[in-house]
Every structure is written in C-alpha cells, then in structure tokens.
C-alpha cells in the first residue's frame, strides 16, 4: 500500500483566515514533505521532515507553518495568505533509511487552495 | 540550485508509437532518478525509478541512464492515448533530501 492521504480536496480562504492542511501515512515512511505546486509548473519543495525533525526549510514565508505530531503525520498551518498562494499543496513520504533505494516518494492527491 | 532539464514539448505520437522523453541533470553527484506522471489536475504518480548506468523495464516502460552524460530518458512503447499526460523527471540532489523536478513534459497519444 502506497497510500498517502490528504484533506480537504479543496479548500477556498479569505485572507485573514486561518487553516490548516492535513497529511497522512500508513506506509512506515520517517520522511515527510510538503510541496506547492502552481498551473504549468513542476512541484516546488517547501518543507521535509526527517523523523519528526524538521529538516529542510526552503525560505517559506512564515504564514506557512508545517508541524508533524508524528511518524504518519504531517500538518501545513495556513494565516494571512495572499492570492498568490493559491495553488495545489502536495504532500508527500518516503522511507528515509539510509539506502537511496528507498527514497521513493509518494505523493498524495493534493489539496487544491484559492486565496481570495 | 542544481538544474534538471527536460525536453520541451508537446510531444505529440501516434497510438502505438514508441514515445521518448528525456531529461539532463547538473549535479554529478546525484544518484537516484524518478519519472513521474501527471494526469491534468492529479497528483505526481511514480512510474520508475533507476539508479544504475543502464536499462531498466517495467512493462511498456524503460528507463535509461548514463550517468557520464548526466543523462535519463524515459521510452513508452506502444503508447495508448491514456499515457497522456505530463511526465515529471526528478532528481535529487546529491546528499541532500531536496527533489528537484524537471518542467515537465506533455505528451499527447493520438488515437
């Protein structure tokens, strides 16, 4: 079972409101990922744990807030968007053993933002 | 940032056609490679994953890699028009957990 799951499917916020997205796995993944990705274009990275640490920031403006309470989840806290950040966030896992065999990621179906 | 480049579509085949996708990496150190599939409004979906200088098949698909060329292809035989889609090459970057995509490209199957 490759199953990563995310909610809400859809999401539509204004930009003084506060949410939060959700990401789940039952795979036995330690790494966890979130990614934003805009019409046309490829996946960008946001943020990797590794084992519940956050590992990887990629200079996300802070109305981003990532939170992992633990090994199968994985949270994006949402406050004070700005259009511009509607777009698709895909959350993603992978093994993180050490063997670069394992480092498959997985995606999940998305969750698909409007910032009005 | 280490770059990944792929060819610029559309590409265009013929139901049953060989489609050949390919893709160039800057970091000599990268190890692992990925194609992934992108239906319209989906998410990425693994179609391979290959790690050693050669090829690799999985039914109607192969992946090839050449690491002295920093070179990764993707070849779909006997293409049907559900193949349609975005093909995403990824990389990560050497000793880094960061997966960095291609653009992607789209192909399209015609019946």
């Known amino acids: 079972d490759t199953e990563v799951t995310q909610t809400p499917k859809h999401l539509v916020m204004g930009m003084t409101n506060k949410k939060s997205l959700k990401c789940e796995q039952h795979m036995g993944h330690r790494a966890m990922y979130w990614y934003k990705q805009k019409a046309k274009k490829p996946p960008e990275l946001m943020f990797v744990y590794s084992y519940e640490k956050l590992s990887i920031n990629e200079s996300v403006p802070s109305r981003f807030s990532p939170e992992c309470p633990n090994s199968s989840l994985l949270n994006l806290h949402l406050h004070a968007l700005q259009p511009e950040d509607s777009a698709l966030y895909l959350c993603?896992?992978?093994?993180?053993?050490?063997?670069?065999?394992?480092?498959?990621?997985?995606f999940g179906p998305g969750t698909r933002l409007t910032v009005l | 940032q280490k770059e990944v480049e792929q060819n610029s579509g559309p590409l265009s085949v013929p139901e049953g056609a060989i489609a050949s996708l390919n893709c160039t990496y800057s970091d000599r150190v990268s190890q692992s490679f990925f194609w992934y599939r992108q239906y319209s409004g989906k998410s990425p979906e693994l179609i391979m994953s290959i790690y050693s200088n050669g090829d690799k098949e999985d039914g109607r698909f192969t992946a090839q890699l050449n690491k002295a060329s920093q070179y990764v292809s993707l070849l779909i035989r006997d293409s049907q028009p559900s193949d349609s889609a975005t093909y995403l090459c990824?990389?990560?970057?050497?000793?880094?957990?960061?997966?960095?995509f291609g653009k992607g490209t789209k192909l399209t199957v015609n019946p």
């Open positions: 993603a896992s992978s093994q993180d053993s050490g063997s670069r065999e394992a480092d498959t990621q997985y």
């Open positions: 990824a990389v990560y970057q050497g000793g880094s957990e960061k997966l960095v």
